[in-house]
């Protein structure tokens, strides 16, 4: 049973705040990655991270930050939010080891910027 | 571009129905996974096939990656409305990440 979860579900917020979604999963997994997905459409890598201390950029280029600090935790932060950023955050987590080990995903965070 | 194309984009079929989803790529991938998403959820891993011309079966859903590991297909048998989503290939290249397809959205009506 997978155990990852994201925080807020839904945020509604203004251009210019400062904005961190929370992931946090319970498995012990290593890596752990941020997805950037349009209502039915396919997800965008914008983050990764292979464990503590370890962070990298993915495909779609993002203005966000990510930090690993715990191996559990893997924020993702909006410095000044503008529209442009309104979107679904999907994170997910795996385990280490053979190349194809499922990704566990989290609900998601549905970010509008208004 | 889009390295991973799946087809059709939306389908609306009734129940009983059958029907094949199609995830195609030029690129070789050393395993392919299918996810499904339901609304206001993430999506939940299917399927992962690995050896090229490999038939895996989950019940009334059927899934076959291509001979040169490029594309892959998901037949659904006799479709129900609990079958309704998003259906997501992902392929994996290099062993660090993967790379989704672009979508099916599957309706299926009572």
């Known amino acids: 049973e997978a155990d990852i979860y994201q925080t807020p579900r839904y945020l509604v917020i203004g251009t210019g705040k400062k904005i961190t979604l929370e992931c946090s999963q319970t498995?012990?997994?290593?890596?752990m990655y941020w997805y950037q997905q349009d209502p039915g459409m396919e997800l965008h890598l914008i983050h990764y991270?292979?464990?503590?201390?370890?962070?990298e950029k993915g495909d779609l280029s993002s203005e966000s930050t990510v930090s690993r600090i715990r191996t559990e935790h893997f924020p993702l932060t909006l410095e000044s939010a503008r529209p442009s950023h309104t979107s679904q955050y999907l994170c997910?987590?795996?385990?280490?080891?053979?190349?194809?080990?499922?990704?566990?995903f989290g609900d998601g965070t549905r970010l509008s910027i208004l | 571009t889009q390295l991973l194309e799946q087809s059709p984009q939306f389908l609306s079929i009734q129940e009983g129905e059958n029907l094949t989803v199609y995830c195609n790529s030029s690129s070789v991938f050393s395993s392919l996974q299918w996810y499904r998403q339901e609304p206001g959820e993430g999506p939940v891993l299917l399927v992962t096939?690995?050896?090229?011309?490999e038939v895996k079966k989950l019940k009334r859903l059927t899934f076959q990656f291509g001979d040169a590991r490029k594309d892959s297909s998901l037949h659904i048998t006799a479709a129900q409305p609990g079958d309704t989503g998003l259906y997501l290939c992902a392929g994996n290249r290099n062993a660090r990440q993967l790379t989704f397809g672009s979508g099916t959205q599957l309706t299926v009506l009572p």
């Open positions: 096939v690995v050896t090229g011309g």
């Open positions: 997910a987590s795996s385990e280490t080891g053979v190349s194809n080990q499922p990704q566990h």
């Open positions: 498995m012990g997994h290593d890596k």
């Open positions: 991270s292979y464990g503590v201390n370890s962070t």
